[in-house]
Every structure is written in structure tokens, then in C-alpha cells.
């Protein structure tokens, strides 16, 4: 696999072929644990992103000819060698994107979860069949939709291409994919086992680039339908482009996701769950926890529990033993998320936790990383851009407010609709929170990520689109449906 892989990490796949890019610019990819450059890839050109779509194309016919369960067998195909491949997927995805091994584990585990639940669809691809009136039937058919896009983000480079990949194929459907420039040769690696699993060539592809990339993706005529989960300015851009272009959309955004603390709730344990929504994959998950809402007088003792939790995370490169937080995915990110500190001071916050100070194992290897500690501030008011703007990082602002009806109009005083949690003893507070709380995903003393058998949720500027991904949504997403009545 090694041989392999050192070949194909900075490629194209096209029509079942790897190839060098040939567009006008090169990306450097970056350890985010040494900020040292691992390797370059030219990015696609505009003719190898219709290239691939031409393949799709030619593969979708022959593909969507054969029978869901043999294309589930490929699919299965697909997790079992996934499986069998945790340990280099997740070291090199800590090379590409900076997570713990732990971690990294942990979302290699989450996309073989998808890939499973893909394969199972034969169960619920199904006709419906009536004899709607004497010797008169009707049935519904499912039908794939043709070529489909996927954009990705680097946060979860295994599982979101996974999770789009097995979805889209096993409905019958053939894929490109654009994954993110930063995070390339875990989906390369990920891409390679699919092809051994015995998806013919030209059923999934895969091109690296930007933005003009993208673009033409989204646009591409031969395009059914696009998936993508990035930025809520960058999804609301291509649900905008597909559908003027006519294209079915599903564009997931970022949040700012609020999780308040209620008096009655086991402080020990919110703190617990709180830190390691804010920090855990070092905040970069648009589930993650960025602002948190305590409700009356036990403000200081869960706030000094918060804290304490916080210190605990060993930060350091994601391979080193006994490291429990990773770098952020950039320098740009790193960027972010100390100007998000620096604004907050400036504004006349407290910094409770400075993510700049934190300590980092590693010596020198470490000195050129992209790291930045656990970052908690108060004081900042629930107006500020700061507690208004996705960072994408480690960084919480905490509040203190005076009752629940308060706790709930500041949760839902904002743009974001992702998620939401809140920790309680109280039956009767949560279902109250369930009910009023504007978010598509709600945790009750637990962190709000829905099983891969629900569909996840989005509201206002966190999801463009009608269908959301995961459960059922990808079913209804990949195909379309006609009726057909007959007489016989």
C-alpha cells in the first residue's frame, strides 16, 4: 500500500485512471504539526474537471444498469477494506489534517458506519405496489438522478467523502469529487480502496483544486446534483450557482453553537462535555461548542470546572504519544483564531484560558506547528462579531444570564441553525429547550452529532437546500421516483 500510495497522494482520478495535474497552480500541503511542507500538487485543470464528468458520464449508463444489491456488494466491499485499513487511513489523515490518532480512529470508525448504512439500501429502495382499483395497479420506482458532485471540507476528509461516495453509487449514481486542497492525500488513499473494491472505473472520481474548479463543477451541464458541506458564504454560493444552473443542492454551512447549562445540571459532567464540544478535533467541527450560556448563580463554579477540564488537553502533534489535542488544520487557521482572542481583548473581554499561552510537546518539531491551546472568554458581549462569526477553532465565549427564557434568546440570536445543547436534571427544561431552540440538531446532556441513520439537521443560514444528508435524506437526495399505473 505504501508503494502505492506515494504515487497516486498527489493526483487525479479520472475514469479510473491516476493522473497529474495539469493546472495553473501548485498547492503546497503543509503538516499542520510542523507547519514543514510534505508535498506539492499541481491542482486540475478546467479540461480535467470536465474530463472527469465526461467519464461519470460514460460510467453512469453500465452502472446504473446493474441490480442495487450487486452495487450494495461493492459498497460492502468498499467498509470491509476500509476496516481493514484504520490504521495507515488514520495516520495519514493525522498527517494531512492534524487530528490525534484517537481522533482520527474515531472518524475513519464514523465513515465505515456511512459506507455500512449505504449498503443496506437495498432495504429501503423499494417499489410500492397497490391494486388501486379492479385489475388497475400502481408502483413507485426509484431512479438515479446521473453524474453527482461532492465538495468537502478538511475536517473530516475520510468520512465526509464516505459518506457521498457510498450514497451516491450505491443508488446508482456515478461521482466526482472535490475535496479540500488541504487535506488531499487522505482522500486519494481513501478513493484507491474504493477502486479495490471493485467500483469500475469512471463510477467515482476525484480532482483537486479551488475555487474556479468548483465552479465549474456546479455548473457542468452533464451535472445532476451537487452535495457539498463548507462555509455557510461558500454554501449559500453554490446552492446559489447550482440551482440557477438547475441542479438539485444540498450546501451545509458553519454554526455558532450555543450550549447552556442550567442550574439543576451535574456541573461535573457539563464541564466535561462542554470542553470537549469546544476543543475536541481542536474545535474544528461545525458541531463544535463556540458559545456557551450558563443560567443563575452557579456561573463561577462551572465556569472554574470548565477551566480545569481545559487545562487537562495535552497539545502537540497528533501522532505524538500522550497528546490529546491536535494543531489546527493552517496557518491561516492559526491566523483566525488569534485574531479572534486579539478582537476579544480589544473589546474589553477576560481571557479565562489563552490559547496562545498553552504549552506544546513535541521541542522543535513542534515550534513551526499550527497550535493553539484552549481558548475561554467572558465578558464579551453576545453582540460582538466575535460571538457572532463562526471561528472555527478552539475558542469559547461563555455567558452568564439570569433565567431560561434568557438562555433561549440569546441561543437562538443568531444567523446559525446547526446546533444546540443544553445540560439539565430537568425533564421538563429539556423538552421546553428541544421545543424552542432553533437548531437541526439538539443534545440533551450530550453532544447534538445524530446517528448516521438520522438525517442531520440545519436551519436558517447553516443548510441551503430541501434534503439534508445522512439517514433517508441520502436516498431521497441521490434518486428520483415515477409512478407507474397499469392495466392488465
Known sequence: MHGTMNKITTQHLIGGRWQAGEGPNTITIFDPATGRPVTDMVES????????????????????ALSITRRADIVLQMK????????????????????TLTEARAEVGRA?????????APGIYHSQCGNI??????????????????????????MNPSM???WSIVCGNTLVLKPSEQTPMITNMLFD?????????????IVHGGVALGERLVSHPKVAAVSCITSSPVAKAIYANGTAHGKRVQANGGG?????????????????GIADAAFGMSGQRCLAASRCIVVGDVYDRFLDKLAAKSREYVLGGGRHPGVTMGPVVSAGSKARVIAAIENSVRSGATLVLDGRAHSVVGGEDAAGGYFVGPTIVTGLSSKDPVDCQEVFGPFLVVHKVASFDDAIAMANDTEFGNAAAIYTSNGSSARAFEMACRAGNIGVNTFPAPPMNFQMGGIGASFYGDIHVLGDGYMLFYTDHKVVVSRW
Not at 140 to 145: K, N
Not at 193 to 205: H, I, T
Open 45 to 64: 485543470s478546467l479540461d480535467q474537471a470536465d474530463a472527469a464528468i465526461e467519464a461519470a458520464a460514460a460510467a453512469f449508463p453500465a452502472w446504473s
Open 80 to 99: 470491509v477494506l476500509v476496516d481493514r485499513n484504520v490504521d495507515e487511513l488514520a495516520h495519514l489523515l493525522s498527517l494531512d489534517n492534524g487530528k
Open 133 to 158: 382499483a379492479p385489475n388497475l395497479d400502481a408502483r413507485r420506482v426509484r431512479i438515479p438522478l446521473g453524474v453527482c458532485v461532492a465538495i468537502t471540507p478538511f475536517n473530516f476528509p475520510v
Open 112 to 120: 465505515a458506519e456511512a459506507i455500512a448504512g449505504a449498503a443496506g
Open 164 to 166: 457521498f461516495a457510498a
Open 193 to 205: 480502496l474504493f477502486r479495490q473494491a471493485g467500483v469500475p472505473d469512471g463510477v467515482l472520481n
Open 256 to 272: 455558532k453553537n450555543p450550549f447552556v447549562v442550567l442550574a439543576d445540571a451535574d456541573l461535573d459532567k457539563a464541564a466535561e
